[in-house]
């Protein structure tokens, strides 16, 4: 076999497809909703990063998929995050079926977070209030999409967090609920949050991350005095990334960075 035809081999396949009507081409197996944002199909979603391993969590990406199989059409209904991108299907974003799938979504997410803001702007595309939630409120802060457990295990390399209990009493904490000993301070998981439960507060000398009970040293820039990052989050880069603790004398601006 040539060069040029062992290429074309190992060349991933392309696929097109059709979402909304719209026709589009993207390798086979891409998330379906990461190909739709990128072609400015809009599509809510809380627990998407395109930086992680989709698995569906919150449930809003909610779209219908249509098939051929064995000469036959099917629809179902599917989380678009983790649907892969597949020759021929047919994809419809919204329709009286899909608003009433998201509709219940949502009113669940409202009861288990009530006066969630961001649930709230989602809820007023499908005319749903607050007073029109029909389950029982449980007042938690945390929707339970596991994006901060996620981006503290699989990016940052932590580990330091995790789902706790079952049921409604199911929570994202450190191990055993009390305050952590691993986490580094980096603040991933509250910029990560779709609803914004997390907090961190900051000062010259100190970053606290709220919901971990996390309070950190912050090691200031030699140049300007800047806090850059926690001394912890340094420390972590030194030993698992080889590097030293000189990379971190001065903060991104004094280095020149963008």
Not at 11 to 30: H, M, N, Q, Y
């Amino acid at each position: 076999m040539s060069e040029a035809a062992r290429a074309i081999d190992a060349a991933p396949e392309k696929v097109t497809f059709t979402v909304d009507g719209k026709t589009l081409t993207a390798t086979r197996g891409e998330s379906l909703l990461k190909i739709a944002l990128a072609n400015g199909i809009r599509i809510p979603h809380l627990c998407y990063h395109e930086a992680l391993t989709a698995y569906g969590a919150c449930r809003l990406c909610l779209v219908e998929v249509t098939s051929v199989s064995h000469g036959r059409k099917r629809t179902k209904i599917s989380t678009s995050c983790n649907h892969p991108c597949l020759e021929g299907i047919e994809v419809v974003t919204d329709s009286p079926r899909i608003r009433r799938n998201r509709r219940m979504v949502l009113e669940l997410l409202m009861a288990r977070v009530p006066g969630s803001a961001a649930l709230g702007a989602m809820a007023a595309d499908y005319d749903l209030t607050e007073e029109d939630v029909r389950f029982r409120r449980h007042q938690k802060d945390c929707i339970l999409c596991g994006l901060c457990v996620q981006i503290c295990r699989d990016l940052v390399g932590v580990d330091a967090l995790g789902f706790l209990g079952r049921g409604v009493h199911k929570d994202v904490r450190a191990p055993f609920g009390e305050p952590s000993k691993e986490c580094i301070g980096c603040g991933a998981c509250v910029m990560a949050c779709p609803v914004d439960c997390i907090k961190m507060e900051e000062s010259a000398t100190r970053r606290r991350i709220v919901r971990w009970d996390r309070e950190l040293p912050m090691k200031v820039c030699e140049q300007c005095g800047y806090p850059a990052m926690p001394t912890f989050q340094a420390l972590h880069f030194v030993k698992h990334k080889r590097m030293s603790m000189d990379d971190f004398r001065l903060c991104t601006d004094c280095r020149g960075e963008k």
